[in-house]
């Protein structure tokens, strides 16, 4: 498992979108990169995550803040969940769990006693440098979204 601290360069990744569109963490220097890690799309939690950050991004956006959320899931399966609750920001396809492993959010999971690997929900904020400014590990969907806000004002 890796452990990511807050000042080291966050790793570089290189993941496709629900449009099929490459995304890279380097083409986003300058700005601030809120990179969101979840486990699964269209299941409670992470429509909850994902609407509050929708409702959200026109205040994200005027801080010079790109929102990239990730998981397991393929691209068609981020377009459907993107175009039912009217996401506009970009859902990453990690499907072979490399960028999930590199940031050591993929890990070992118990749910009613069975264990499984999943993603742990967990959100970097990464500065317009490449450089990991805040980290929250296991987040609640629903509060989440306040203390990031917090953080990104300071």
């Not at 992470?46 to 899931?73: H, M, P, Q, W, Y």
């Not at 039912?84 to 492993?101: E, G």
């Not at 690997?117 to 904020?125: D, K, L």
Request: hydrophobic residues 30%.
């Amino acid at each position: 498992m890796i452990n990511l601290k807050i000042g080291d360069k966050a790793p570089n990744f290189n993941l496709k979108d629900g449009d099929g569109k490459t995304a890279k963490l380097s083409d986003f220097k300058g700005k601030k990169v809120v990179l969101y890690f979840y486990p699964k799309d269209d299941t409670s939690g992470c429509t909850k995550e994902a609407c509050n950050f929708r409702d959200n991004l026109v205040s994200l956006k005027k801080l010079n803040v790109e929102v990239l959320g990730v998981s397991n899931d393929d691209e068609m399966s981020h377009k459907k969940f993107a175009e039912k609750y009217k996401l506009t920001f970009r859902l990453l396809a990690d499907v072979d769990k490399k960028v999930s492993k590199e940031y050591g959010v993929y890990e070992l999971k118990n749910n009613y006693g069975k264990e499984y690997y999943g993603i742990t929900r967990s959100t970097f904020v990464i500065d317009e440098n490449g450089k990991i400014q805040q980290i929250y590990y296991k987040v609640n969907p629903e509060e989440h979204i306040n203390e990031l806000m917090a953080e990104i004002k300071k």
